[in-house]
DNA sequence: TATAATTGTTTTGTATACTAATCAATTTGG
DNA sequence: CCAAATTGATTAGTATACAAAACAATTATA
């Protein structure tokens, strides 16, 4: 049972890569660099830590979606005065659009996924995806 | 709370996938690379194109994993007499134990997973995770 | 039967994901 | 105050994921 519940979870998360992507094609900007690049939105000037602190995704994977979005002109970079290792990062002009455009986009994705799916049924699904959640973070955090 | 379900399904994927590879580790094969182990173990001669249709991939990935399979042993390939574009892929002598040992580390990872929630809830969690992939198939089948 | 279309697979190119190593700037400890 | 440890971030290396092109073998069609 567990086992099934891993394998269709994986499933459904490459399933809504997919559709993302999909959708996100004609606006030239990937699924991961999008979820940066809206967390950049909403916190000008935040670093590169500090997105880490927020996404649970890894530095290294992280500072390679930050180049690419810096070499396509979706963010800048300005060196920290207080600590020179810093950069601080903000949107470039127009990106704030971009952003909500990808909204839409995004509700256009996921409408419709919910049918068949009553509000309770959802509200109880989350419940217990997140009980999961929680074990799978504590069982990560175990020594091997 | 659609958005919220896939942003936690994609979270709970990204930590198995943590889980698995870090136990998986000290067997030197990835987690990919078992699951396409596993099925041509259960079908020995099996080819590309009914692994592809099985584990709902990509060709070109698909390509890669079997090639590192095949570099490191775990299969071998022999092309088809019949039709010489195909190539016939079976599990190498080892191989077979090796599906064994990873099961039981599967349980070992798994197990814990379902601390906190019940049968019943597991199964109508699983009801509803189907219904959702059934809706995300059937979007990404939509035109755009 | 020669050519065109199709098929099974690999290759190419780009973007994650993650570990380990590196590197420069900054703290810390003696 | 200086060497050592720490920190923020990039680089190197390997493995997916996926689109698009390439390729050889096979089948269909004129």
Redesign the pocket.
């Known amino acids: 049972m567990v086992k099934e519940m891993c394998y269709k979870l994986n499933k459904s998360s490459?399933l809504y890569?997919?559709l993302m992507?999909?959708h996100l094609e004609r606006l030239d900007i990937?699924?991961?660099?999008l979820m940066v690049l809206r967390v950049v939105n909403q916190e000008p000037g935040i670093?590169?830590?500090?997105i880490l602190l927020q996404m649970d995704?890894?530095?290294?994977?992280?500072?390679?979606?930050?180049?690419?979005l810096e070499r396509n002109n979706y963010v800048y970079?300005v060196q920290n005065d207080?600590?020179?290792?810093?950069?601080n990062i903000f949107v470039s002009d127009g990106s704030e659009e971009l952003c909500n455009e990808v909204s839409l986009i995004e509700q256009a994705c996921i409408s419709d996924l919910i049918k068949g799916i009553s509000d309770e049924e959802a509200e109880h699904f989350l419940l217990v995806l997140d009980r999961f959640i929680e074990n799978q973070v504590k069982k990560i955090e175990e020594k091997f």
Chains 1, 2 share one sequence.
């Open positions: 490459m890569k997919r992507s999909k990937t699924y991961s660099q670093t590169a830590k500090e995704t890894d530095k290294a994977t992280l500072s390679g979606v930050l180049a690419r970079r207080n600590d020179k290792r810093v950069q």
